[in-house]
């Protein structure tokens, strides 16, 4: 009978701290509302995309923290190559990570000035997550005092800014976009939980990012070569 009730309670706080959540996410903000228009006689370019990741738990951290290459969004190079596809004149692409030891790094300072160099225009893009931290840990200490029988509702906004430079390195165009999650935290949730996970919310708001953004950029022909 004891061992009986040894699993049952195992199986119970497996399933209250791995399944009793759901996330939902919002639409985004600044979401480009045009007709979208290809460029697809424009003369063929190559662009840079020099990407940035960065985090801040407000309350906690003093400045944004750039993400090192583990704590990045899995999967995100399959996302931005998945955006791309709304450009229809780039002959080339490449992408340039920047992590904070860069800083000390003159091998990687090089690499990026030469890819800049060699490319036509430069598209940097910053995509920053923020958190509170006091929320966080009031609805921890909710969650964990109420076994998680009280919804706890935990918010994470995703930013991203986007600047277009051209070969001199003058600024084009800025963009902005904003989007949320809100991750629900109760035991009655966990049936929900396989069809609202963080990680694909999370994927949704990048993907929408990238292809929104990047189809205004197309619509707006920023990339287009000027003939002197």
């Given at each position: 009978?004891?061992?009986?009730?040894?699993?049952?309670?195992?199986?119970?706080?497996?399933?209250?701290?791995?399944?009793?959540?759901?996330?939902?996410?919002?639409?985004?903000?600044?979401?480009?509302?045009?007709?979208?228009?290809?460029?697809?006689?424009?003369?063929?370019?190559?662009?840079?995309?020099?990407?940035?990741?960065?985090?801040?738990?407000?309350?906690?951290?003093?400045?944004?923290?750039?993400?090192?290459?583990?704590?990045?969004?899995?999967?995100?190079?399959?996302?931005?190559?998945?955006?791309?596809?709304?450009?229809?004149?780039?002959?080339?692409?490449?992408?340039?990570?920047?992590?904070?030891?860069?800083?000390?790094?003159?091998?990687?300072?090089?690499?990026?000035?030469?890819?800049?160099?060699?490319?036509?225009?430069?598209?940097?893009?910053?995509?920053?997550?923020?958190?509170?931290?006091?929320?966080?840990?009031?609805?921890?200490?909710?969650?964990?005092?109420?076994?998680?029988?009280?919804?706890?509702?935990?918010?994470?906004?995703?930013?991203?800014?986007?600047?277009v430079f051209d070969a001199n390195g003058h600024l084009l165009k800025h963009y902005e976009r904003h989007a949320s999650t809100t991750k629900w935290v109760e035991f009655f949730l966990f049936p929900v939980y396989p069809?609202?996970?963080?990680?694909?919310?999370?994927?949704?708001?990048?993907?929408?990012?990238?292809?929104?953004?990047?189809?205004?950029?197309?619509?707006?022909?920023?990339?287009?070569?000027?003939?002197?």
């Amino acid at each position: 009978m004891k061992s009986v009730s040894i699993r049952f309670m195992s199986v119970l706080i497996i399933l209250i701290f791995m399944n009793s959540c759901a996330t939902f996410r919002s639409d985004i903000e600044g979401a480009y509302d045009q007709p979208a228009l290809k460029n697809y006689n424009a003369e063929s370019v190559k662009v840079l995309f020099d990407l940035r990741h960065l985090r801040q738990t407000i309350g906690l951290d003093a400045i944004p923290k750039l993400e090192n290459k583990y704590q990045i969004l899995s999967g995100f190079d399959d996302l931005l190559l998945d955006g791309v596809s709304e450009f229809s004149n780039i002959k080339r692409w490449s992408s340039f990570t920047e992590y904070s030891s860069d800083i000390s790094d003159t091998k990687r300072l090089d690499e990026k000035d030469s890819l800049i160099a060699s490319h036509d225009f430069v598209i940097r893009i910053e995509f920053k997550k923020e958190k509170s931290f006091v929320r966080y840990f009031l609805g921890t200490v909710g969650s964990t005092l109420s076994a998680t029988l009280l919804p706890i509702p935990y918010t994470q906004d995703y930013y991203m800014n986007t600047d277009v430079f051209d070969a001199n390195g003058h600024l084009l165009k800025h963009y902005e976009r904003h989007a949320s999650t809100t991750k629900w935290v109760e035991f009655f949730l966990f049936p929900v939980y396989p069809f609202h996970t963080e990680k694909r919310k999370t994927e949704d708001i990048y993907v929408d990012f990238l292809h929104d953004v990047f189809r205004q950029i197309e619509t707006e022909q920023v990339l287009v070569l000027i003939q002197p």
